[in-house]
């Protein structure tokens, strides 16, 4: 077994951890929506309904949600990877993907996802440098397709 000087190995052994692969969308002050590529979700309950997802506490989505208290979940579908590559890396605040790509965007979830979910805050536990963002789901609904997945640092379909 490797111990905690094998940060690389560790990454690897998660690697192998497959998901599928979500965008939590926050509203800006100028109405614009931002969006984060995430995994790091978690049903913690159906009954009442809570998620629970972790954030980097350098993230934008990070200080948006303390803010802004509501967010949404979107679970991409296997044609969404170009959404998934775009929410993954620094993008300007400000620039709406939604509007250049001509994205439909639902209130606050993107249109066609597998998945979609609107969630409002309720606890926050922070842990080193995350967050562990505690949430009601308010409204959730779901769409026929396939689920894009993330496995070994890479996108894949099924
Ligand atoms: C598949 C995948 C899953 C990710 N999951 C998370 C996650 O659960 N939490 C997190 O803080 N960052 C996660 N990231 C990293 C963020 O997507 C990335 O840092 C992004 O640029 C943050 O955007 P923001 O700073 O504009 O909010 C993930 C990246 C990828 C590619």
Redesign the pocket.
């Known amino acids: 077994m490797k111990n905690l000087d094998d940060q690389l190995t560790l990454r690897e052994c998660w690697g192998r951890f497959t998901?599928g692969?979500?965008i939590?969308t926050t509203r800006l002050d100028n109405k614009k929506i931002?969006?984060?590529?995430?995994?790091?979700?978690l049903s913690v309950s159906l009954n009442p309904p809570i998620v629970l997802?972790?954030?980097?506490i350098?993230?934008?989505?990070?200080d948006?949600i303390k803010k802004k208290k509501s967010f949404g979940i979107s679970v991409l579908n296997s044609s969404q990877k170009e959404i998934?590559?775009y929410?993954?890396?620094?993008?300007i605040?400000g620039e709406n993907f939604f509007d250049y790509k001509e994205m439909p965007l639902g209130e606050l979830v993107i249109c066609k996802s597998i998945a979609q979910f609107e969630c409002n805050l309720f606890k926050e536990i922070k842990i080193f440098d995350?967050t562990l963002f505690l949430a009601t789901i308010d409204n959730f609904d779901f769409s026929e397709g396939d689920p894009l997945i993330?496995l070994d640092?890479k996108?894949k379909k099924i």
Request: net charge negative; charged share 15%.
């Open positions: 998901t692969v979500s939590i931002h969006g984060m590529t995430a995994n790091g979700i997802v972790s954030i980097g350098e993230r934008n989505t990070h948006f998934a590559e929410f993954s890396k620094d993008n605040l995350h993330w640092s996108y």
